[in-house]
């Protein structure tokens, strides 16, 4: 660059630049005079190109900066610039030959303030409210009793030991854990990717997929928990199919995440209570309602028993259901000769008092066909259907007889076994058997004598044997008693003591 300064053209002072080594010196001294700055001001415009790099101004007042973030940055961004994001950020300031212009390359993006984070997170909030993401409608039910439960948070905080605790404590399950940092600029993309890599695991693999998946993360500052604000993890919660537990922060810190997901948790801890039931409690449950269940059967069966009893007793014997008409049925076979025999009666006065009034040939007339009506009703009139009713209820009469009779053999049967086996017993329980085995039964009169004292006080004696009985006198049972009695060893005087 020397070069041009001390060589100018014959006629100018001044040396000549080409326009690329103008632009490439004002880059140079740009970047060697700013090197890596920071830079606060407002979000302007933004806009990400189809090759993935984003461009957006910085503004204040009075001045505007072009800002640019090339694609493999922009996953690095703890916070992606949004319009009207009040943020301070950070990179080189660099310049753009083909269009004269300068801008600053940025690699890192901060909000300015706590303020500034509550506004973008109101604004990301009514955002994905107007979309439909809260509504109450999406919310899916969590599994009473979830096989496989997800976690998604860090492996060496405290929070997965709570839940593993309390999960143990009250109805242990297996559980999957999916390491992911809770707070940086990776944690928002790496809790997406674990919600998205839970649901697309198979059901039933080498792998299995959970029944209920739980975000935790404990307490810390708006900034430590607002991986769970970016708009990436509200989204990946709201697509899973899984029921999902949000568990981030304490029971006063309030995310994103919370709004969009099934159910939210106050704590880690208390999202493990809402995953399971208490088993105890469970078994105490399911054990209350067996007893239940057994007592109400128990009850339907003894009602129904009493009923049929009930109604058993009620009905009547088939010997008086047949006495009334059999009764009918002898008045009625009683009754039918006399009552013949007064119609034919009562049908020939008839004809004779009409015979004293008609004409000798009229007369004969009638007679004649009154003779043939009767001859024809007589025909008609015959005893075989009363006689065909007569034999049905006979031998209806007969059948039931038969089956009384069996009855009654069947339970002379019953008791005559019942009595043949009481008599066995007994039998089996007399005494007489243990006279057979070679024992005696020894009585003074109707007294039992059952010790050799008892014997050899007492009268004549009778021994009872398995074939017989045989009787003592007094003095011969005196002289068996003393026979019997024990002589001491060596033949001489035993002692005393």
């Given at each position: 660059?020397?070069?041009?300064f001390d060589?100018?053209q ?11 080594e103008i ?8 970047e ?7 830079v606060?001001g407002?979000?302007g415009?933004?806009f ?15 001045s505007v900066?072009?800002c640019t ?21 950070t990179g ?20 300015a303030?706590?303020g ?10 009514k ?8 509504a ?8 009473y009793?979830?096989?496989?439960i997800g976690?998604?948070?860090?492996p060496?905080g ?7 605790h309390?999960?143990r404590?009250?109805?242990?399950r297996?559980v ?10 990776n ?8 919600i ?5 695991l198979?059901p039933g693999g ?9 975000v935790a993360r ?34 006063t ?10 159910r939210r948790?106050p704590t ?6 809402l ?8 078994m105490?449950?399911a054990?209350?309602q ?5 007592r109400a059967?128990?009850?339907a069966v ?7 009893n009930?109604?058993?007793r009620?009905?009547p014997k088939?010997?008086?259901l ?5 009764q009918?049925l ?11 025999i ?7 006065v ?9 004409r ?15 001859q024809?009703?007589?025909s008609r009139?015959?005893?075989r259907?009363?006689q ?11 059948r039931l ?12 049967d ?5 009595l043949?086996?009481?008599g ?11 006279l ?6 020894v009585?003074?009169g109707?007294?039992i ?7 050899a006080k ?5 021994i009872e044997?398995?074939d ?5 006198e007094e003095g011969?049972a ?20």
């Open positions: 660059m020397s070069d041009l060589d100018p014959p006629g100018q002072n001044a040396p000549e630049f080409t326009v690329s632009s490439g010196e004002v880059k140079r001294t740009l060697g005079t700013f090197g890596r700055i920071r606060k407002e979000v415009r933004v990400k190109a189809r090759s993935g790099h984003l461009y957006y101004d910085i503004k204040d007042d009075r900066l072009a973030t090339w694609k493999g940055q922009v996953a690095g961004l703890s916070v992606v610039p949004e319009e009207g994001l009040e943020v301070v950020v080189r300031l660099t310049a753009f030959g083909a269009q004269s212009k300068y801008n600053m390359n940025v690699d890192e993006v901060a909000v303030g706590q500034a984070l509550m506004a973008l997170l109101e604004k990301r909030k955002q994905l409210e107007a979309e439909g993401l809260f109450s409608e999406r919310k899916k039910p969590l599994p009793l979830p096989q496989i976690v998604v948070t860090s060496s405290a929070v997965i030991r709570d839940i593993l309390r999960l404590d009250r109805f242990p297996k999957l854990v999916w390491p992911v940092a809770v707070q940086g600029q944690c928002a993309p790496e809790v997406a990717r674990a998205e890599g839970f649901n697309r198979t080498a792998l299995p997929r959970p029944d209920l998946i739980i404990g307490g810390g500052s708006i900034e430590d928990l607002w991986g769970f604000n970016e708009e990436i993890v509200s989204r990946a919660a709201a697509a899973s199919q899984i029921p999902l537990i949000s568990a981030v922060g304490h029971e810190d309030t995310t994103l995440i919370d709004f969009v997901s099934d948790a880690p801890t208390a999202a493990a209570e995953a399971v039931p208490v088993r105890l409690e469970l105490a449950w054990e209350t067996g007893a239940r269940l057994t059967a128990g009850q003894q009602l129904g028993r009493q009923r049929l009930d109604l058993a009620a009905l088939p010997d008086t047949l006495e009334t008409p059999r009918r002898d008045r009625i076979s009683d009754r039918l000769p006399g009552a013949l007064s119609g034919v009666q009562r049908r020939r008839h004809l004779s008092e009409t015979a004293a009034s008609l000798p040939s009229t007369l004969r007339q009638l007679v004649q066909g009154r003779r043939d009506r009767l024809n009703l007589s009139l015959t005893l259907p009363i065909r009713e007569i034999t049905a209820r006979n031998d209806a009469l007969g007889s038969q089956r009384l009779d069996a009855a009654q053999s069947l339970r002379l019953r008791q005559r076994q019942s043949s086996a009481a066995r017993q007994l039998e089996i329980l007399s005494y007489k058997a243990t057979e085995r070679g024992y005696a039964v009585r003074s109707a007294e004598l059952t010790t050799r004292d008892a014997a007492a009268g004549p004696l009778q044997f398995a017989g009985t045989l009787d003592l011969t005196d002289s068996a008693a003393k026979t019997a009695a024990p002589k001491p060893p060596g033949g001489g005087q035993g002692s005393l003591f």
